[in-house]
């Protein structure tokens, strides 16, 4: 499965940004789809994913509250809004994905990522 990653900008803190994740190569059914930042010298952290056939969601504790994930089946596409955003938002976000049982919070659980997409929040 192919991924490709957009929305990501520059944006004042506060503001919102929607990320968009488009799926390709294959059906989802069965994939768990994930996102994940990586700031700039830090290890890449889970921020939130949705499983494609059930849309159970799930979201790291630093950013529950501020964020949504969602899928657009018609479209192959996973969404990630952000809200009040600030500087601490700031990294590369990549869109991940891979059939359940695979998947969680760790990078290590999987196997299909985007190019990641530059958010970049100014204070």
């Known amino acids: 499965v192919q991924l490709q990653a957009s929305g990501g900008g520059l944006v004042q803190a506060g503001e919102s940004l929607r990320l968009s994740c488009a799926a390709s190569?294959?059906?989802?059914?069965?994939?768990?789809m994930a996102w994940f930042r990586q700031a700039p010298g830090k290890e890449r952290d889970f921020v939130a994913a949705?499983?494609?056939?059930?849309?159970?969601?799930y979201y790291a504790d630093s950013m529950k509250g501020r964020i949504t994930v969602s899928r657009d089946m018609s479209k192959n596409t996973v969404h990630l809004q952000m809200n009040s955003l600030n500087a601490e938002d700031t990294a590369v976000y990549y869109c991940?994905?891979?059939?359940?049982?695979?998947?969680?919070?760790?990078?290590?659980?999987?196997?299909?990522w985007g190019q990641g997409t530059q958010v970049t929040v100014s204070s």
């Open positions: 991940a994905a891979d059939v359940m049982p695979k998947g969680g919070t760790a990078v290590s659980g999987y196997d299909y």
């Open positions: 190569g294959r059906t989802l059914s069965g994939y768990v």
């Open positions: 949705i499983t494609w056939n059930d849309g159970d969601t």
